[in-house]
Protein backbone atom coordinates (compact mmCIF):
# COMPACT_ATOMS: atom_id res chain seq x y z
CA UNK A 1 0.00 0.00 0.00
CA UNK A 2 1.55 3.38 -1.15
CA UNK A 3 1.81 6.40 1.02
CA UNK A 4 -0.91 9.16 1.33
CA UNK A 5 0.72 12.50 -0.65
CA UNK A 6 0.88 15.41 1.41
CA UNK A 7 1.01 19.04 0.02
CA UNK A 8 -0.05 22.30 1.91
CA UNK A 9 0.53 25.68 1.02
CA UNK A 10 -0.30 29.67 3.04
CA UNK A 11 -3.00 31.48 1.67
CA UNK A 12 -3.28 34.79 2.85
CA UNK A 13 -6.51 36.01 3.58
CA UNK A 14 -7.80 39.43 3.08
CA UNK A 15 -9.79 41.23 5.85
CA UNK A 16 -13.00 43.05 5.12
CA UNK A 17 -11.95 45.25 7.82
CA UNK A 18 -9.24 45.51 9.79
CA UNK A 19 -9.53 43.12 12.84
CA UNK A 20 -8.09 43.55 16.25
CA UNK A 21 -8.42 42.46 19.32
CA UNK A 22 -7.53 43.44 22.98
CA UNK A 23 -3.53 42.82 23.27
CA UNK A 24 -3.23 42.30 19.70
CA UNK A 25 -2.02 44.82 16.69
CA UNK A 26 -4.55 45.70 13.50
CA UNK A 27 -4.24 43.21 10.85
CA UNK A 28 -5.58 43.84 7.29
CA UNK A 29 -4.10 40.27 5.97
CA UNK A 30 -4.53 36.38 7.99
CA UNK A 31 -2.40 33.59 6.92
CA UNK A 32 -3.53 30.28 6.90
CA UNK A 33 -2.37 27.05 5.79
CA UNK A 34 -4.46 24.43 3.41
CA UNK A 35 -3.43 20.49 3.40
CA UNK A 36 -4.45 18.18 0.72
CA UNK A 37 -3.80 14.67 2.17
CA UNK A 38 -4.12 12.18 -1.30
CA UNK A 39 -4.56 8.91 -1.23
CA UNK A 40 -3.66 5.99 -3.63
CA UNK A 41 -7.34 5.76 -5.03
CA UNK A 42 -7.29 9.37 -5.82
CA UNK A 43 -9.10 10.84 -2.88
CA UNK A 44 -8.42 13.97 -1.51
CA UNK A 45 -9.00 15.68 1.21
CA UNK A 46 -9.00 18.92 2.84
CA UNK A 47 -7.38 20.35 5.83
CA UNK A 48 -6.65 23.73 7.50
CA UNK A 49 -4.27 25.56 9.92
CA UNK A 50 -4.69 28.49 11.51
CA UNK A 51 -1.61 29.47 13.66
CA UNK A 52 -2.28 32.11 16.25
CA UNK A 53 0.54 34.01 17.67
CA UNK A 54 -1.88 33.56 20.86
CA UNK A 55 -0.97 30.19 21.51
CA UNK A 56 2.49 30.40 20.09
CA UNK A 57 2.10 28.46 16.60
CA UNK A 58 3.04 30.07 13.36
CA UNK A 59 3.04 29.50 9.61
CA UNK A 60 6.65 28.48 10.30
CA UNK A 61 5.84 26.04 13.15
CA UNK A 62 3.38 24.54 11.24
CA UNK A 63 4.92 23.74 8.33
CA UNK A 64 7.82 22.28 10.19
CA UNK A 65 5.42 19.60 11.64
CA UNK A 66 4.13 18.97 8.33
CA UNK A 67 7.56 18.95 7.02
CA UNK A 68 8.46 16.24 9.43
CA UNK A 69 5.31 14.43 9.67
CA UNK A 70 5.70 10.21 9.01
CA UNK A 71 2.83 9.58 6.92
CA UNK A 72 2.81 5.61 6.83
CA UNK A 73 0.84 5.23 9.76
CA UNK A 74 -2.66 7.74 8.23
CA UNK A 75 -4.50 5.16 6.92
CA UNK A 76 -8.66 5.38 5.29
CA UNK A 77 -9.35 1.62 6.36
CA UNK A 78 -8.25 2.38 9.92
CA UNK A 79 -9.24 6.11 10.35
CA UNK A 80 -9.55 5.83 14.57
CA UNK A 81 -5.86 4.90 14.73
CA UNK A 82 -4.81 6.98 12.26
CA UNK A 83 -6.00 9.77 14.49
CA UNK A 84 -5.04 8.45 17.22
CA UNK A 85 -1.10 8.22 16.09
CA UNK A 86 -1.82 12.41 15.03
CA UNK A 87 -3.58 13.04 18.34
CA UNK A 88 -0.20 11.35 20.14
CA UNK A 89 2.41 13.82 18.12
CA UNK A 90 3.72 16.77 20.40
CA UNK A 91 3.22 20.06 19.21
CA UNK A 92 1.16 22.60 16.79
CA UNK A 93 -2.68 21.88 17.71
CA UNK A 94 -3.12 24.00 14.29
CA UNK A 95 -1.04 21.44 12.19
CA UNK A 96 -2.74 18.19 13.96
CA UNK A 97 -6.02 19.69 13.18
CA UNK A 98 -5.52 20.39 9.57
CA UNK A 99 -3.96 16.87 9.26
CA UNK A 100 -6.84 14.90 10.96
CA UNK A 101 -9.66 17.09 9.16
CA UNK A 102 -7.83 16.59 6.06
CA UNK A 103 -8.03 12.79 6.91
CA UNK A 104 -11.69 12.90 7.58
CA UNK A 105 -12.34 14.61 4.82
CA UNK A 106 -11.48 11.29 2.76
CA UNK A 107 -12.76 9.18 4.76
CA UNK A 108 -15.89 10.86 4.06
CA UNK A 109 -15.70 10.45 0.45
CA UNK A 110 -14.73 7.11 0.55
CA UNK A 111 -17.45 5.90 2.22
CA UNK A 112 -19.95 8.48 0.96
CA UNK A 113 -21.01 10.28 3.75
CA UNK A 114 -20.87 13.93 5.25
CA UNK A 115 -18.61 14.07 8.40
CA UNK A 116 -21.55 14.96 10.88
CA UNK A 117 -22.58 11.48 10.04
CA UNK A 118 -19.56 9.80 10.13
CA UNK A 119 -19.45 10.88 13.74
CA UNK A 120 -23.07 9.75 14.44
CA UNK A 121 -24.86 13.41 14.39
CA UNK A 122 -27.13 15.23 12.90
CA UNK A 123 -27.05 18.04 10.97
CA UNK A 124 -30.37 19.89 10.03
CA UNK A 125 -30.15 22.61 7.34
CA UNK A 126 -31.85 25.95 9.37
CA UNK A 127 -31.74 24.98 12.88
CA UNK A 128 -28.22 26.33 13.78
CA UNK A 129 -27.23 29.87 14.44
CA UNK A 130 -24.02 31.50 14.45
CA UNK A 131 -23.28 35.33 16.02
CA UNK A 132 -21.35 38.06 14.02
CA UNK A 133 -18.31 39.44 15.35
CA UNK A 134 -17.27 43.40 15.41
CA UNK A 135 -13.56 43.61 16.04
CA UNK A 136 -12.18 46.48 17.83
CA UNK A 137 -12.39 49.64 16.20
CA UNK A 138 -13.42 53.82 16.17
CA UNK A 139 -17.29 54.43 16.82
CA UNK A 140 -17.75 55.31 13.29
CA UNK A 141 -16.75 52.07 12.09
CA UNK A 142 -18.24 49.78 14.43
CA UNK A 143 -21.80 52.05 13.63
CA UNK A 144 -21.23 50.72 9.98
CA UNK A 145 -20.34 47.22 10.67
CA UNK A 146 -23.41 47.45 13.01
CA UNK A 147 -25.68 48.46 10.25
CA UNK A 148 -24.23 45.74 7.90
CA UNK A 149 -24.32 43.10 10.37
CA UNK A 150 -28.31 44.15 10.47
CA UNK A 151 -28.95 40.20 9.04
CA UNK A 152 -27.34 38.71 11.92
CA UNK A 153 -29.78 37.55 15.07
CA UNK A 154 -26.96 37.90 17.11
CA UNK A 155 -23.58 40.79 17.53
CA UNK A 156 -20.14 39.36 19.13
CA UNK A 157 -18.72 42.45 19.86
CA UNK A 158 -14.62 42.85 21.34
CA UNK A 159 -13.87 44.70 24.27
CA UNK A 160 -11.12 44.72 26.54
CA UNK A 161 -10.14 48.79 25.90
CA UNK A 162 -10.22 51.74 27.74
CA UNK A 163 -12.70 52.82 25.28
CA UNK A 164 -15.37 49.49 26.28
CA UNK A 165 -18.46 51.77 26.77
CA UNK A 166 -18.28 53.89 24.05
CA UNK A 167 -17.60 51.19 21.61
CA UNK A 168 -20.89 49.37 23.15
CA UNK A 169 -22.91 52.59 22.83
CA UNK A 170 -21.71 52.89 18.86
CA UNK A 171 -23.35 49.74 18.72
CA UNK A 172 -26.84 50.13 20.80
CA UNK A 173 -27.27 53.17 18.92
CA UNK A 174 -27.62 51.33 15.98
CA UNK A 175 -29.07 47.85 17.25
CA UNK A 176 -30.59 49.10 20.24
CA UNK A 177 -32.20 45.42 21.30
CA UNK A 178 -30.13 42.89 19.21
CA UNK A 179 -28.46 39.66 21.60
CA UNK A 180 -25.27 40.78 22.31
CA UNK A 181 -22.19 38.35 23.31
CA UNK A 182 -18.95 40.33 24.82
CA UNK A 183 -15.53 39.01 24.52
CA UNK A 184 -13.18 40.49 26.33
CA UNK A 185 -9.93 38.21 24.79
CA UNK A 186 -7.90 38.63 28.56
CA UNK A 187 -8.30 42.16 28.42
CA UNK A 188 -9.10 43.19 31.55
CA UNK A 189 -5.79 42.57 33.85
CA UNK A 190 -7.61 42.23 37.46
CA UNK A 191 -10.69 40.74 38.82
CA UNK A 192 -12.20 43.65 40.29
CA UNK A 193 -12.10 45.88 37.07
CA UNK A 194 -13.42 42.91 35.52
CA UNK A 195 -16.54 42.70 37.67
CA UNK A 196 -16.85 46.57 37.31
CA UNK A 197 -17.07 46.23 33.67
CA UNK A 198 -19.33 43.38 33.81
CA UNK A 199 -21.57 44.64 36.42
CA UNK A 200 -21.74 48.14 33.75
CA UNK A 201 -22.35 45.81 30.91
CA UNK A 202 -25.17 43.88 32.91
CA UNK A 203 -27.06 46.83 33.68
CA UNK A 204 -27.57 46.84 29.55
CA UNK A 205 -30.18 44.92 27.88
CA UNK A 206 -29.79 41.78 25.81
CA UNK A 207 -25.91 41.12 27.05
CA UNK A 208 -25.78 37.05 26.91
CA UNK A 209 -22.62 36.61 28.48
CA UNK A 210 -18.86 37.52 28.82
CA UNK A 211 -16.22 35.57 27.24
CA UNK A 212 -12.94 35.31 28.43
CA UNK A 213 -12.48 38.71 30.71
CA UNK A 214 -9.04 37.97 32.65
CA UNK A 215 -6.25 36.57 31.45
CA UNK A 216 -5.73 32.93 31.11
CA UNK A 217 -2.38 32.73 33.83
CA UNK A 218 -4.86 34.86 36.35
CA UNK A 219 -5.04 32.44 39.56
CA UNK A 220 -7.95 30.04 39.64
CA UNK A 221 -9.00 31.87 42.61
CA UNK A 222 -9.33 35.06 40.94
CA UNK A 223 -11.85 33.24 38.42
CA UNK A 224 -14.03 31.52 41.28
CA UNK A 225 -14.14 34.97 43.24
CA UNK A 226 -15.14 36.55 39.70
CA UNK A 227 -17.56 33.46 38.94
CA UNK A 228 -19.53 33.93 42.51
CA UNK A 229 -20.26 37.61 41.74
CA UNK A 230 -20.53 38.12 38.35
CA UNK A 231 -24.31 39.22 37.27
CA UNK A 232 -23.44 37.99 33.89
CA UNK A 233 -22.37 34.02 32.26
CA UNK A 234 -18.43 33.99 32.24
CA UNK A 235 -17.30 31.87 29.46
CA UNK A 236 -13.69 31.12 28.75
CA UNK A 237 -11.40 30.52 25.86
CA UNK A 238 -7.94 31.27 26.08
CA UNK A 239 -8.52 29.81 29.40
CA UNK A 240 -9.86 26.50 27.61
CA UNK A 241 -7.95 24.15 25.02
CA UNK A 242 -8.80 20.34 25.37
CA UNK A 243 -11.15 17.73 27.86
CA UNK A 244 -8.46 17.62 30.39
CA UNK A 245 -9.18 21.72 31.36
CA UNK A 246 -12.72 20.64 31.76
CA UNK A 247 -12.40 20.09 35.75
CA UNK A 248 -10.52 23.66 36.66
CA UNK A 249 -13.16 25.13 33.69
CA UNK A 250 -16.16 23.55 35.88
CA UNK A 251 -14.94 25.68 38.76
CA UNK A 252 -14.07 29.01 36.56
CA UNK A 253 -16.62 29.32 34.18
CA UNK A 254 -20.56 28.96 33.33
CA UNK A 255 -19.76 27.83 29.56
CA UNK A 256 -16.62 27.37 27.57
CA UNK A 257 -15.47 28.16 24.08
CA UNK A 258 -14.44 25.36 22.09
CA UNK A 259 -11.98 25.96 18.70
CA UNK A 260 -10.90 23.04 16.49
CA UNK A 261 -7.73 24.96 15.67
CA UNK A 262 -6.66 24.85 19.18
CA UNK A 263 -7.94 21.48 20.60
CA UNK A 264 -6.09 19.45 17.78
CA UNK A 265 -8.99 18.74 15.19
CA UNK A 266 -12.49 17.70 15.81
CA UNK A 267 -11.88 14.24 17.58
CA UNK A 268 -10.41 16.69 20.03
CA UNK A 269 -12.66 19.05 19.79
CA UNK A 270 -15.91 16.04 20.08
CA UNK A 271 -14.09 15.61 23.51
CA UNK A 272 -13.77 19.24 24.71
CA UNK A 273 -17.26 19.85 24.44
CA UNK A 274 -18.91 16.35 25.53
CA UNK A 275 -16.22 16.61 28.63
CA UNK A 276 -18.13 20.50 29.17
CA UNK A 277 -21.14 19.14 29.21
CA UNK A 278 -20.82 16.31 31.49
CA UNK A 279 -19.97 19.23 33.75
CA UNK A 280 -23.11 20.93 33.14
CA UNK A 281 -21.06 23.70 31.22
CA UNK A 282 -22.65 25.43 28.43
CA UNK A 283 -20.65 25.29 24.97
CA UNK A 284 -19.89 27.79 22.13
CA UNK A 285 -18.43 26.52 19.03
CA UNK A 286 -15.92 29.28 17.92
CA UNK A 287 -12.98 29.82 15.04
CA UNK A 288 -10.02 31.77 14.45
CA UNK A 289 -10.24 33.68 10.84
CA UNK A 290 -10.49 31.09 8.28
CA UNK A 291 -11.35 29.71 4.92
CA UNK A 292 -14.71 27.55 4.29
CA UNK A 293 -12.62 24.41 4.92
CA UNK A 294 -11.93 25.19 8.75
CA UNK A 295 -15.31 26.65 9.01
CA UNK A 296 -17.36 23.74 7.45
CA UNK A 297 -15.19 21.14 9.40
CA UNK A 298 -16.31 22.79 12.36
CA UNK A 299 -20.00 22.87 11.52
CA UNK A 300 -20.43 19.06 11.09
CA UNK A 301 -20.32 19.47 15.55
CA UNK A 302 -23.02 22.11 15.87
CA UNK A 303 -25.82 19.90 17.37
CA UNK A 304 -23.78 19.48 20.64
CA UNK A 305 -23.36 23.07 20.83
CA UNK A 306 -25.49 25.60 22.89
CA UNK A 307 -24.03 28.91 20.97
CA UNK A 308 -22.27 29.04 17.95
CA UNK A 309 -19.49 31.76 16.39
CA UNK A 310 -18.54 30.27 12.90
CA UNK A 311 -18.11 33.89 10.81
CA UNK A 312 -14.31 33.74 10.37
CA UNK A 313 -14.82 32.86 7.05
CA UNK A 314 -17.50 35.53 6.48
CA UNK A 315 -14.87 38.32 7.85
CA UNK A 316 -12.38 37.65 4.58
CA UNK A 317 -13.18 38.73 0.73
CA UNK A 318 -11.31 35.75 -0.92
CA UNK A 319 -12.50 32.75 0.47
CA UNK A 320 -11.27 29.95 -1.98
CA UNK A 321 -13.69 27.27 -0.76
CA UNK A 322 -17.24 26.84 -1.00
CA UNK A 323 -19.01 25.16 1.78
CA UNK A 324 -21.57 25.96 4.80
CA UNK A 325 -23.38 28.88 4.32
CA UNK A 326 -24.52 31.74 6.75
CA UNK A 327 -27.37 33.26 5.28
CA UNK A 328 -28.68 35.95 7.72
CA UNK A 329 -26.43 33.56 10.36
CA UNK A 330 -28.84 30.99 9.76
CA UNK A 331 -26.14 27.39 8.83
CA UNK A 332 -26.84 26.04 5.45
CA UNK A 333 -24.85 23.10 3.53
CA UNK A 334 -28.12 22.83 1.15
CA UNK A 335 -26.10 24.53 -1.47
CA UNK A 336 -22.82 23.18 -0.66
CA UNK A 337 -21.56 21.13 -4.46
CA UNK A 338 -19.73 18.40 -2.47
CA UNK A 339 -22.01 16.23 -0.81
CA UNK A 340 -19.57 14.10 1.61
CA UNK A 341 -16.94 14.37 4.07
CA UNK A 342 -16.45 18.34 5.55
CA UNK A 343 -18.46 19.22 2.15
CA UNK A 344 -16.43 21.70 0.75
CA UNK A 345 -15.58 22.33 -2.49
CA UNK A 346 -12.51 24.54 -4.45
CA UNK A 347 -14.38 27.71 -5.89
Known sequence: MSLPTL????????????WQLARTRKAQVCTVIIVRLQFEDGITGLGEAAPVARYNESCESVESFLN???????????????????????????????????????????????????????????????SFTLGIDNETKIRAKT???????VLKMKVGTAADKQHFQALRSVAPNKPVRLDANEGWSDKEHALAMIEYFAGMDNIQFV???????????????????????IFGDESYHTAADAERAAECFDGVNVKLAKTGGVAEALAALRAAK??????????????SVAISAAAHLAELCDYLDLDGNLLITNDPFVGVT????????????????IRVSPR
Not at 88 to 105: F, R, V, Y
Not at 211 to 233: F, M, N
Not at 326 to 341: H, M, N, R, T
Open 7 to 18: TFQRVELQLRDP
Open 278 to 291: RLGLKTMLGCMIET
Open 147 to 153: RAAEPFP
Open 68 to 130: RLDLSGLTLKDPDASLERIASLKGSPAAKCAISTALLDAVGKVRGKPLYTLLDLPFENGRYRT
Open 211 to 233: EQPLPATAPIQDWVWLKQRSPLP
Open 326 to 341: ADKGVLSFADAPEPYG
